[in-house]
């Protein structure tokens, strides 16, 4: 999701934490009770929007920038989507009581709306995120562009702050391509942007440091979100503004602090360099496993986090193959110019 690729070095904690925040959205799209999932949902989409920003750098001219991601998040968004719009049309619509009186025009007209709402994309909700990423990384340029120096560009995000609250609050209509939730989704991306350009962040902090910090930071999270409603950031719903920022906050530095202590893990770095396709693919695979499980087999695997880790193990498994595939004979469709194996031997 928002794939960065390093024509040198990959930033290993990077790949780390992209893994953990995949296994997290993978998670939270299983049966797994509400607690769990109000906790997962009120931090794990900030989390790549950060991930994201802190890997952003200012070069070149904006036709390069845009061409790039043009490459990187436009093209696969289009090339996931028809497929899996296709795939909806001739098999899912079929067995599955969700689709049921849906037109087939409504998810294509969805396919350029790219909004999760009133199953504009049923095909493949979850691919709301890239379009979304694209707009928010678009506006960050030109911001970025324009104003100069951390303090000023921290002033910029505060605002947006003010401005992803009003909106949230009081826009009726769900803008295309997710430019609503940009508003809020960029104060994730430029706080990763500044953290990235300090002289001491995590990254140098002392190990002890660094688990103190999680713990406090677990903590505050599990209060805020708790204390807050559920999440819904594809549907820009934040429940109470500010709590959603401590616990977005507190869920990043947790999973940021942890991907860094772990720093390598070739589980988690080909989880998370392989983000995009596993986005785009895993919720069909979960859906197989549910077909598998509860229709076939008869087992009760509704709202327990037991069954929901199996089966985000399972839905990686099944998806392993493709990601070989497409990384070795299509790996042009993700805007990468070699193979991810090619890539992760650098």
Known sequence: MGLKIMQNKRIEWIDVAKGIAMLLVILGHTSIPNSNLKLILSFHMPLFFFLSGYTFKLKGNFLTYLKKKIKSLLIPYFVFSVLTYIFWVVVERRIMKNSIGINIFKPMLGIFYANNIHNYMIFDGVLWFIP?????????YFISRFVRGKLGLLV???????????????????????????FTAIIF????????????????????????VAIISS???????????????YNNEYG??????????????????LANIIN????????????????ALHP?????????????FKINTNTSLLWGCIFT?????????FIYIINKYFSFILGKQKTMQQDLKQ
């Not at 979304?132 to 960050?140: A, D, G, H, I, Q």
């Not at 069909?284 to 076939?296: G, P, Q, S």
């Open 284 to 296: 069909k695979t979960l859906e197989l496993l549910k077909l598998i499980f509860n229709k076939i």
């Open 189 to 212: 991306y430029g706080f990763g942007y500044i953290v990235n350009g300090l002289k001491y962040n995590f990254v140098n902090a002392k190990i002890l440091t660094k688990i103190i």
């Open 132 to 140: 979304c990423l694209f707009v928010t990384e678009m506006l960050f």
């Open 219 to 233: 903590l505050l999270l599990i209060y805020t979100s708790e204390a807050n409603t559920v999440v819904y950031m």
């Open 240 to 257: 109470k503004y500010f709590y959603f920022l401590i616990s977005a906050f507190s869920g990043i530095m947790v999973c940021v602090l």
């Open 313 to 321: 193990i399972f839905s990686l498994l099944i998806i392993m193959p």
């Open 156 to 182: 910029v995000l505060l605002a947006f702050i003010f401005i992803g609250f009003i909106d949230s609050k009081y826009m009726v209509y769900m803008l295309p391509w997710g430019i609503d939730i940009a």
């Open 264 to 279: 390598k893990s070739t589980i988690l770095s080909y989880i998370g360099a392989n983000s995009f396709i596993i986005l």
